[in-house]
């Protein structure tokens, strides 16, 4: 178990790019939206020992989450697809 303040291993980056255009993807994301992943690690009951969040900041300051109950490099495409619903049409 990692200490309270020791840091965790960044997430593979070619993990992270694949999250991240799949979501811009799907988002029909231009040049001057943002996406932000961070994997997390919870420690509560009943949570993932490590949660993806994708924050995604559109250019008019709209902000949408995302959340993955994994670490990066386990999130699919088609987990990226099943959010579909939550987002705002293209």
Do not use: N
Not at 57 to 70: A, E, G, I, N
Request: hydrophobic share 45%; net charge neutral.
């Amino acid at each position: 178990m990692l200490g309270l303040f020791s840091r965790r291993p960044r997430p593979d980056a070619e993990a992270v790019s694949r999250l991240k255009a799949w979501i811009a993807d799907l988002m029909t994301l231009g040049d001057r939206d943002h996406i932000a992943v961070a994997e997390l690690a919870c420690h509560e009951p009943g949570c993932p020992d490590l949660e993806t969040v994708v924050t995604v900041t559109l250019s008019d300051r709209r902000r949408f989450v995302l959340r993955f109950p994994s670490a990066v490099a386990a999130v699919t495409k088609g987990d990226v697809e099943l959010l579909r619903p939550q987002l705002p049409p293209p």
